[in-house]
């Protein structure tokens, strides 16, 4: 197929009917100095799009709408010189974005489809339709239903013009099997989406043998475009005009019917029955040139340049082109009042991690220092989230000592049962005398039992600490699933490694308590503080009975030393209950927070060290989803800005 931008030279006859001479500076140095004023803004808006700008405003566009059977796929046909999708029914289910691009540099013809992940090149251009139809299967299904996912197909080809244009289903009334009842509805709504954008222009096309005021796809345009500044009609079919009404066509081309301020142009295309006589795009055009020159009402069109896909494709070029350029203020404007925004709501949701991979390890040591000083200073002053730590470690301690004081009264009272009822105890000593180990093992058998209770109070305050941690962790990582988890891990790991270290010790401090040891001057001054003396100088202030009496209580309770043993052994407990009250706290304290504190800053500033930095920065919060969405918008509207700006 002949360039159509080739239009400026492609009457060989003059209106004197003698062989015109092909101009040099029409079909060559105006031609490329054409396509140099044209190919910028096309590749401006081809890139805009590539890097998703339509995300944020809407792009000059040229979208082309027809009630079913009007033509539509066999004008797409003529202007990208390949086979579309055609027959009854609705043919195009899914909005399908034809880029032609010309090639000037003697490459052959290619074409490339992409659809949602998917991107394919072929050189065959028969093989379009197959490509069509099975992007429009995979997006709408098998069927008749449709889509709104774009499909977009770029040709490449010596033979075409640079234009963009994007195909909208047909639009339908009644439904066919297998449709669902609103089908007309979704239709509407589809094209809708793309004709009510002020920066689209609406290619409507419209049979000639219908009544154009009642064409579903005109009023649908004039609904959006009431004034008709940016609606183009395409009149089709004009070879199946009856005759006698071929002046009311040239009344509707004359804008006396439908004003449209950029009017009307009208085409003849290859229908179903050339296509059945295998006649060529190349020789369609060829014919529908001989069509219009030899018309009787129709021959002055060409003259006017307002009739054949030729002058079609330089038309939609110009006014793609003219559109654009005229939008670029507007973009310009549209892409700074964004930037603003974007920039103010990125403020409101703080500072996340560079995009730029190489300075992100730079910012991972810098969130795990900061870790890293919360949790020591949290060891330090205790100060949290939710208050101070402390105020939540003391009550537990409390109550370590509260069951410690509890084995206090419960030592002194088996101490004193067992004094009452030495007899049962009593081994090989004499009367008065008192056997040691008895006791010893007394204060062992109690001293044993604080061991599940330590351990319980070791188990309480590991939970406690560790659960202050990780919220730290939480706090400090909340945007960092990644990077979370594994602190928290390692969180776990240190305080099992500490649980484990308390607990030998635990038990090892029992064994050694078993011991019944303490300094002379230590048990000493206890006997001292619980007026050990002024209690046995009550007891030899008795006086003895003589005679008879020899042997009575009050005799024996004189000389039996028993009487002070329990006294001993409860101050002896007190010394206990001193060492234990405080030795298990500062243990706890020690391995489960202050040694914990400085294990996991050791360890998780070595994290980075090999580690996937990108993986671990990467966020899943609403808030670091929303960052990063904002810092991509931010990023294409620079790009687009930059972009705009070479073209201004």
């Known amino acids: 197929m002949e360039s159509p931008l080739e239009i400026l030279d492609f009457d060989s006859q003059d209106s004197n009917g003698k062989e015109n001479q092909p101009v040099e500076e029409k079909t060559g140095l105006f031609l490329k100095q054409w396509e140099s004023q044209v ?5 401006m808006i081809d890139y805009l799009r590539r890097i998703g700008i339509e995300k944020d405003l809407a792009l000059p566009s040229i979208a082309v709408v027809g009630d079913q059977s009007s033509g539509k796929s066999s004008v797409l046909e003529a202007l990208s010189g390949v086979a579309l999708p055609r027959g009854s029914g609705i043919v195009t289910r899914c909005p399908l974005e034809l880029k032609l691009r010309k090639l000037n540099d003697g490459s052959k013809w290619t074409a490339i489809i992409s659809y949602q992940d998917v991107q394919e090149t072929f050189t065959d251009p028969s093989q379009v339709e197959g490509y069509v139809r099975r992007a429009q299967n995979v997006l709408a299904g098998d069927g008749v239903g449709i889509c709104d996912e774009l499909i977009s197909l770029e040709i490449k080809s010596p033979d075409v013009c640079d234009l963009t244009l994007i195909d909208l289903p047909g639009i339908t009334r009644v439904p066919v099997k297998g449709q669902p009842e609103d089908i007309g509805d979704q239709i509407r709504r589809l094209i809708l989406k793309f004709i009510e954008k002020r920066e689209t222009i609406n290619l409507v096309v419209v049979p000639c043998n219908v009544d154009i005021a009642t064409t579903e796809a005109l009023r649908m345009a004039q609904g959006v475009d009431p004034n008709g500044t940016r609606t183009l009609a395409i009149l089709t079919k004009p070879d199946l005009v009856d ?12 804008g006396k019917v439908v004003p449209l301020k950029k009017g009307y142009i009208m085409v ?9 006589e295998n006649i060529s795009l190349a020789e369609a055009t060829r014919q529908e040139t001989e069509f219009f020159r030899s018309h009787n009402h129709f021959s002055y069109l060409l003259e006017e340049q307002k009739a054949t896909t030729r002058y079609l494709a330089t038309r939609l070029t110009k006014e793609l082109v003219e559109h654009i350029r005229a939008s670029l203020p507007s973009l310009t404007e549209q892409i700074q009042i964004r930037l603003s925004a974007v920039r103010l709501e990125l403020r409101s949701y703080g500072q996340g991690p560079p995009l730029e991979p190489e300075k992100m390890g730079a910012y991972l040591s810098k969130k795990i220092l900061e870790f890293s000083d919360q949790i020591t200073e949290l060891c330090r002053n205790g100060a949290s989230g939710e208050g101070n730590i402390y105020s939540l470690l003391r009550p537990v301690f409390k109550q370590w000592e509260c069951q410690l004081r509890d ?22 000593e004499l009367i008065t005398f008192s056997d040691y180990c008895v006791y010893e093992a007394l204060i062992q058998k109690h001293v044993n039992k604080l061991t599940l209770p330590a351990i319980e109070t070791l188990k ?30 390692q969180i776990d790991d240190i305080q099992s490694q500490q649980e484990a270290k308390v607990e030998k010790r635990i038990m090892e401090y029992i064994s050694m308590e078993k011991l019944v040891f303490t300094q002379d001057p230590i048990f000493t001054q206890k006997m001292v503080d619980f007026r050990f003396v002024e209690q046995m100088q009550e007891y030899e202030s008795v006086c003895l009975d003589t005679g008879e009496n020899a042997t009575s209580p009050n005799n024996c309770a004189v000389f039996d030393t028993r009487k002070l043993t329990p006294e001993k052994f409860i101050i002896y407990y007190e010394i206990v209950y001193q060492r234990l009250a405080d030795f298990i706290p500062m243990l706890i304290l020690l391995f489960i927070l202050k040694e914990a504190v400085v294990m996991l800053r050791a360890e998780s500033m070595g994290l980075p060290n090999g580690a996937d930095v990108v993986k671990l920065l990467s966020e899943d919060s609403e808030s670091g989803r929303k960052r990063s969405e904002l810092h991509q918008r931010m990023e294409r509207l620079r790009m687009a800005q930059e972009r705009i700006t070479i073209n201004l």
Do not use: W
């Not at 309480?460 to 990077?483: D, K, M, S, W, Y």
């Open 39 to 43: 190919r910028p803004y096309i590749e």
């Open 243 to 254: 005759k006698g009404a071929e002046a009311d066509i040239l009344q509707v081309m004359q």
């Open 268 to 276: 003849r295309c290859r229908g179903q029955s050339d296509i059945n």
């Open 407 to 428: 084995s206090k009264a419960l030592f002194r009272d088996d101490v004193r049962e067992m004094t009452e009822n030495y007899e049962a105890h009593r081994g090989r």
């Open 460 to 489: 309480t305050i590991r939970g406690i600490v560790q659960n202050e941690f990780r919220a730290q962790c939480e706090l400090c990582f909340l945007n960092f699933p990644h990077l979370k988890f594994m602190i928290i891990n």
